[in-house]
């Protein structure tokens, strides 16, 4: 298995631009994640899914849009790209066996968006 | 307003126990208490979970204590390779909300 793999690992964009972060999980999870983590701060979440078809604002969605069309995928979707968006980008997947909170979440190894 | 708060940064010494806590105060009935590491570029990586009581893995023991507003991370005799950073991550509602995290720097 891959685990959760996100292209691409580096992009460098112009203020204005759009781009999507891919991210694909082998592992049948049915959640996924999208967090963004600031040069030395913490990790915050921008959206979630519960399954394919279904997606949900996290604490920081403003600016960003996902969708989640198949169980495997959730792209993560930049709309005119601020310097404010300067980031790691890392998604993540989990199975919450125990019921919604638990499990353990899979995170791919990250995707470093700077804007200029 | 959920909130998880954690100390910035602890040294330690190779061999010694490292206890690490987390505050939640506002955590719910059936919210579980998660703890990551992470290392300079990469992705956190999983530790242990515990829901109340006292957790044990081949890792690390997460303390739970009964009213549930905090939770402590121990790592036995710490080595080099432990020097991380460490999050606590609480379940609130429906959004996982990661503490500020706690550099750990283990002197030889």
């Known amino acids: 298995n891959a685990g959760v793999t996100q292209t691409p690992k580096f992009r460098i964009l112009k203020i204005g631009q759009s781009m999507t972060l891919q991210c694909t999980q082998d592992?049948?999870?049915?959640?996924m994640y999208w967090y963004r983590q600031d040069p030395g701060m913490g990790l915050k979440l921008i959206y979630y899914?519960?399954?394919?078809?279904?997606?949900d604002k996290g604490e920081v969605p403003n600016g960003y849009n996902v969708s989640r069309s198949t169980t495997e995928d959730f792209p993560l979707r930049l709309e005119l790209a601020a310097p404010s968006q300067t980031s790691v980008y890392f998604c993540a997947s989990s199975y919450p066996s125990g019921g919604v909170g638990t499990g353990e979440l899979f995170f791919g190894e990250g995707s470093r968006l700077t804007v200029l | 307003l959920a909130k998880t708060t954690q100390p910035i940064s602890m040294d330690s010494y190779e061999g010694q126990e490292v206890n690490i806590t987390c505050s939640h105060n506002?955590?719910?009935?059936?919210?579980?208490i998660t703890w990551y590491q992470q290392f300079p570029s990469q992705g956190p990586r999983f530790i242990i979970q515990?829901?109340?009581t006292k957790v044990t893995n081949e890792v690390a023991s997460l303390f739970i204590p009964a009213d549930r507003k905090s939770s402590t991370l121990s790592l036995p005799r710490v080595s080099l390779s432990d020097t991380a950073v460490y999050y606590c991550?609480?379940?609130?509602?429906?959004?996982?909300?990661f503490g500020p995290g706690t550099r750990l720097s283990v002197l030889p």
């Open positions: 592992m049948n999870h049915n959640y």
């Open positions: 899914s519960v399954g394919a078809g279904i997606t």
């Open positions: 515990g829901y109340k």
């Open positions: 506002n955590i719910a009935t059936n919210d579980y």
């Open positions: 991550l609480v379940y609130y509602g429906q959004n996982f909300v």
